[in-house]
C-alpha cells in the first residue's frame, strides 16, 4: 500500500463528512453557537455521532499492538492543564464565534468559491505560523 | 437559492458524523496518527523532513471533497458570511494563534481528545464551545442591530 493511500481516502472522508454534515456552512456552526438566532441543533448531532464512534476506535486501539502502517499508536494523553491550554482554546473561541469557521471546515470551503474561506484560512495559516515562529517548544 | 438554510438536519448530521469517525479512526488505527486538523496544517508549515508528505495528502483528499461537492451539491457551501471580511480576518488570525497555542481545534481537541478522553482536550473544548456561544451571541446581536 502506497504511503498517501490512507491520508488520502482519510481527507476525502474528512471533506465528505463535513459538507454532508452541514458543518463546511459557518451559518450552522454559528446557527449553534448563536444563542439569540433560530437555534440549530445540527452540530450536537454531528458530534456525538462522531464521538460514539471515535471512542470505539480508541478502545480497538488498546487491544492492538501497533498501526499496521505506522510506528506507534499514540503515547498515552497528558493531563497537564497550563494556563496556555486555556488561553489559547478561549482565543480559538472567540475567532470561531465570530465566523464560525473551524480549521478543517474552512480548508474545505477553499475551492468553493467563497471569498470568505479563502480571508479566514489566509489569515489562520499566517496565525499559526506567526506562533510556532514566537514560541520554540510549540 | 442563494438563502442559507438554517434548518435542523439531524439524518445528514449523523452520517456526516459517521464519516467524520471514519476518517479520524482510519488515520488512529492505520497510521498510529491523531489527525486533528489545526494540527496537520501547522505540520505542513513547520516542514519537517518525514513528517510532512502524509499532512498533504490528507490536505490534497479534503481538497478533491471539496471540489466535489461543488460540483455534485454546490448549495452544501455558504456564499455570505454574516459579517464583514476584516471580521473574517481577525477570526482567522485569532483561530491560528489559538489552535497553536492550545494544541489542536474541534477535531483534534473537540472529538480525537473528548473521545479519547484526555482531561486537556476536555477542559479546553468546553473552554471554546463556551467562549464560541457567548461570542457568537454577542455578535449575533450586533449584525442582527438589536
Redesign the interface.
Known sequence: MN??T???????????????????????V??F??????W????V??????????????R??KK?T?????????PP?????EA?????????????????????P???????????SF??????????????RT?AD? | MDIPMHDFTPIRALVGGVLIAASLALMLIGTGRIAGLSGIFAGILRGKAGDTAWRVWFVVGMLAAGLLFRVVEPQVFDHEARVPLWAIALSGALVGIGTRASNGCTSGHGLCGMSRPSKRSIVATMVFFGVGVVTATLVGHLVRGV
Open positions: 504511503r498517501a490512507i491520508p488520502v481516502i482519510s481527507g476525502v472522508l474528512f471533506g465528505a463528512g463535513v459538507c454532508v454534515s452541514g458543518m463546511v456552512r459557518p451559518s450552522k454559528l446557527g453557537l448563536d444563542l439569540g438566532g433560530s440549530d441543533a445540527t452540530l448531532f454531528v458530534m456525538a455521532s462522531a464521538l460514539v464512534l471515535h471512542a470505539l476506535a480508541w480497538l486501539v492492538l501497533g498501526p499496521r502502517f505506522g510506528t506507534a499508536f499514540p494523553a497528558s493531563s497537564k492543564i496556555k491550554l486555556v488561553a489559547g482554546a478561549a482565543l480559538f473561541g472567540v475567532g470561531w464565534g465570530i465566523s464560525g469557521y473551524c480549521p478543517g474552512a480548508v474545505v470551503s477553499v475551492l468553493s468559491g467563497s471569498t470568505a480571508v479566514f484560512v489566509a489569515t489562520m495559516l499566517a496565525g499559526m505560523l506567526a506562533f510556532d514560541n510549540g
